[in-house]
């Protein structure tokens, strides 16, 4: 009993031994501690915001595209990328019977749902979108002139790939003009040039080279490459084929914010509310919102800030657009109204709303209010609305360009995502039309495909040209020059047994066994318990290979594609952060010590003579060091806490671009403080301590008690 | 008759100093029975401190054995040497080397500690006893920074007879002390060699200090030239 007393007593002696050490050389003592209590802060507070980016886009993405497991055709060439990769949309083998891997799916135990999806990029006929896209990237390559380029810029190349795309499907379109073109024509060869800007801009050479002349590049893209789109312009539309009705139970994170979701069983398409701001909006409406967001968010001045400055000149500068959608009559109330609003007699239009659009920081939150209290309920905001029908042009599985009319019902927002390039451009479309896109052919259209062959006495064409000769391209001819009689495609359809017309098609319901039947690129699956994942993986698996079905699972996360590699860069940014720290940490400790073990030789040399064994030393060394790490880790924590809290009361960290909003999935972000996060601190700093105690303790081991005996003379 | 404290036998200690062979020691033998007061003494450079640190254990012999109370020096592990200089022997050192952060209750206590085998009510008391031996039960909290040199060589002297060891070795113990304190640090070591019958074996060069041994060995050129018994130190 009497020796544990003493133990206890010894360790006492060794604790307080250790404590007066360290407040005996309190220079030394507190460098160190310093920077022990700076690893632990940057610990405490990066794993906090780490874990709160994850928790937040854990619950963005699975809610809103992401599912908790992603299945796809195995025989795939690239993973699939639900929110695109950097080089454009991945490219996924065809599910050809979704029905099959549903009902496989669904004999797995903690399955709940299983969506079926198709996503792709098409072309949209709008404004001109060219013009857009390369404001927005010069817009890119003038900040990188003046701050540099960031290490991790994941919507400068998105901004790029996404102009190489626009390039290469207007190539895609001037190819098929070519193909049926004269080539004798006068038309052909100045099309000729054209098309060469065009391969040129499609090239990937171009693109490896654009960082290095980004002027030059840009100046080619706009003179000779964006006059190509056509004047009334096209816009490109990001969008996943579904089944509404079960998207919209797998998905609470899509919430419909205009109109109302795809009626069950119909046709129809919900655009992506960013797409629409970004795409479809009233361009003067969107730099009143864009110089907004830049005062309000980012701090920016129009004073000071040329970009602002030019915004403000470019909407005073072209209030055309405005102008031309009044008619007299709210041209006259336009007036009206901006003359009481703004105090003033002008009568002109134009002048009158080039001076609301005149502004300054003193006046610009007035002007913005008067813009959307008084004129904007005069305007059409975005250039489609509900009820509109968009056309929707993309090339098919086999290269031919098909294209669906379809009914826009609303618009939706991804919760958490709705402000990122990213992720909220996405426009959810039923999955009849994506299959039509997709050049899908049902068995119903295959069979009158036969029809028509035998009516129209075609030959045997391979199946790809035959079904975009037939549905994809409209007037398009196949590459092949096949004699074909010229015959009337109504007059067949109508004979054939009764195709609907356009308005049937709309009305049309599909039954849940149409629209689970047919082709699909991946399919989102819902678990019952999101941390199965794992272990509901190869059973997913296993289920479709007995339904004859070779597919691929993966999590949410690795379906995210950028997103969880822009995720685990963070991480590895902080961790690498956090090795540097505490690797010099380990080096200024040990060097201390072993300064101090010096210092004591002669204290150490006594202990031994006196009889302290070599352990006895070992151990005071060791939880000097270990006193020092835990007391300034514990402080470095109490601070890293207190940071994170006081984040908290002021609001978050507020996002000031996309790409933050994006990791933030919303637009603050809250840390939360996670006991992973302090646990993996203090161990850390333990293992560091004694690490960094190890090299001093053993030269401590060393004195021989005949140091003692050394007089000091 | 007990057996005799120390006890060395044709010790030789030889150190390499580059490419020079230094003979610290050669052919010595020694005995010091229990209860002397025993006083080493020679030049600098004749082996006194080599010596003393043989006995001690904090080296062992390059021939020849030494044993103490008992024990083969060389024949020990490490382990066992140091657990011999815990409970068989007490240090008094030239400059104190008393442990600066520790007070002086704790610098007495240490070897207690070391020990384990006291409750610390035992250990209060056998601190607080020696303190009071030593004149300095007012200075049970101070620092050593905080006491002259004559007091802190009480304290060293009081840690080591805390532990109650057969045999305390001072290896010039008056050296960094006027010669006043000196003679009050060498009158306590004897009055507590008197006491306990604890043995004491001090080196010095100090014939004031040497007056006072039972006995004196006289060193020269690491060889022990003569032995013999201190008359002034008898009569006192």
Known sequence: ?713 | MPEPIVEAVDVAKVYQLGKTQVHALRHVDLVVERGEFLSIAGPSGSGKTTLLNLIGGVDVPSSGTVRVDGEDTSKLTERALTRLRLDHIGFIFQTFNLVAVLTVFQNVEFPLLLQGRMSSDDRRRRVNALLEAVGLADHARHRPSELSGGQRQRVAVARALVANPPLVLADEPTANLDSVTGGHIIDLMREMNRRDGTTFIFSTHDPKVMSHASAIVRLEDGRVVGRETAQGAEAR
């Open chain 1, 1 to 713: 009993m009497s020796v544990v007393a003493s133990r206890v007593r010894q360790g006492r002696i060794l604790l307080q031994m250790a404590m007066r050490n360290l407040v005996a050389s309190r220079v030394r003592t507190l460098v160190v501690g310093g920077i022990v209590a700076l690893g632990v802060v940057i610990v405490v507070l990066g794993s906090s915001l780490l874990d709160s980016i994850d928790v937040g886009m854990t619950r963005s993405i699975q809610g809103s595209l992401g599912g908790h497991v992603q299945l796809y055709n195995a025989a795939s060439r690239d993973p699939l990328a639900l929110y695109g990769g950097t080089m454009g949309e991945s490219v996924l083998e065809p599910i050809d019977d979704f029905a099959r891997l549903k009902a496989a799916a669904l004999t797995v135990p903690g399955v709940k749902l299983v969506v079926p999806m198709g996503i792709d990029q098409a072309m949209v006929s709008m404004g001109n979108v060219f013009d857009v896209a390369l404001e927005r990237l010069r817009a890119d390559v003038r900040r990188r002139m003046e701050q540099g380029a960031p290490a991790d810029a994941p919507d400068y190349e998105a901004h790029k790939a996404h102009l190489r795309r626009m390039a290469t499907l207007l190539q895609q379109e001037l190819r098929a003009a070519r193909e049926i073109a004269d080539e004798t024509s006068g038309v052909y060869r100045d099309r000729k040039a054209d098309f060469d800007a065009l391969s040129t801009a499609v090239e990937g050479g171009f693109w490896e080279t654009f960082d290095a002349d980004p002027l030059g590049s840009l100046e080619f893209l706009e003179n000779r490459v964006a006059p190509l789109s056509l004047d009334g312009g096209f816009t490109f539309i990001r969008y996943v084929g579904t089944d509404p009705e079960a998207f919209q139970k797998a998905f609470p994170g899509a919430q419909v914010v205009e109109g109302s979701p795809i009626p069950p069983g119909q046709r129809g398409a919900l655009l992506g509310k960013l797409y629409a701001e970004e795409w479809l909006k009233l361009r003067a409406a969107r730099r009143l919102d864009k110089i907004k967001e830049a005062r309000d968010l980012n701090g920016r001045r129009i004073a000071k800030d040329e970009e602002l400055q030019r915004w403000v000149k470019e909407n005073t500068g072209q209030t055309r657009d405005i102008l031309l959608q009044l008619d007299p009559v709210r041209t006259r109330e336009a007036v009206r109204r901006l003359q009481a609003a703004l105090g003033t007699k002008e009568e002109d239009p134009g002048k009158i709303v080039a001076a609301l659009l005149d502004t300054n920081d003193d006046n610009f939150d007035a002007r913005y209010r008067i813009f959307y209290a008084e004129l904007a309920p005069l305007l059409q905001l975005y250039s489609v609305k509900v009820g509109d029908f968009i056309t929707i042009k993309a090339p098919s599985r086999s290269g031919y360009v098909s294209s669906v009319n379809v009914p826009i019902h609303g618009f939706v927002e991804f919760r958490g995502l709705e402000r990122s390039a990213l992720a909220g451009m996405m426009s959810v479309l039923d999955i009849h039309s994506w299959r039509d896109l997709y050049g899908y052919m049902t068995p119903e259209r295959a069979a009158e495909v036969r029809r028509l062959k035998e009516r129209a006495g075609a030959r045997t064409v391979a199946r790809e040209d035959a079904e975009a000769a037939l549905f994809g391209g409209g007037a398009e001819v196949p590459v092949e020059p096949v004699a074909v009689k010229p015959f009337d495609e109504a007059a067949l359809l109508l004979a054939g047994g009764g195709r609907q017309s356009r308005e049937d098609l709309f009305r049309r319901r599909y039954t849940q066994a149409e629209t689970d039947t047919g082709v699909a690129l991946n399919a989102a699956v819902i678990l019952d318990d999101p941390r199965r994942i794992g272990e509901t993986m190869p059973k997913l698996v296993e289920a479709a290979a007995r339904a004859g079905m070779k597919v691929k699972a993966v999590t949410w996360l690795e379906a995210s594609g950028i997103v969880g590699q822009s995720m685990g860069l963070l991480r590895m940014v902080l961790y690498l952060a956090v090795l540097i720290i505490f690797a010099v940490a380990l080096v200024i400790i040990n060097n201390a010590m072993v300064m101090a073990t010096l210092q004591r030789v002669k204290e150490i040399g006594t202990m031994r003579a006196i009889g302290a064994q070599r352990r006895f030393v070992l151990v005071l060394v060791v939880v000097e060091v270990v006193t020092t790490g835990l007391v300034f880790g514990g402080l470095g924590a109490a601070l890293g806490i207190a940071i994170v809290h006081a984040i908290g009361w002021t609001g978050g960290i507020a996002a000031t671009n996309d790409t933050m909003y994006f990791l933030f999935s919303g637009p603050a972000l809250i840390p939360r403080l996670g006991t992973a996060s302090l646990v993996t601190s203090v161990a850390i700093v333990f293992l560091v301590s004694i690490l960094s105690a190890l090299y001093p303790a053993v030269l401590a081991m060393r004195v021989t008690p005949l140091e003692a005996m050394q007089s000091d003379e």
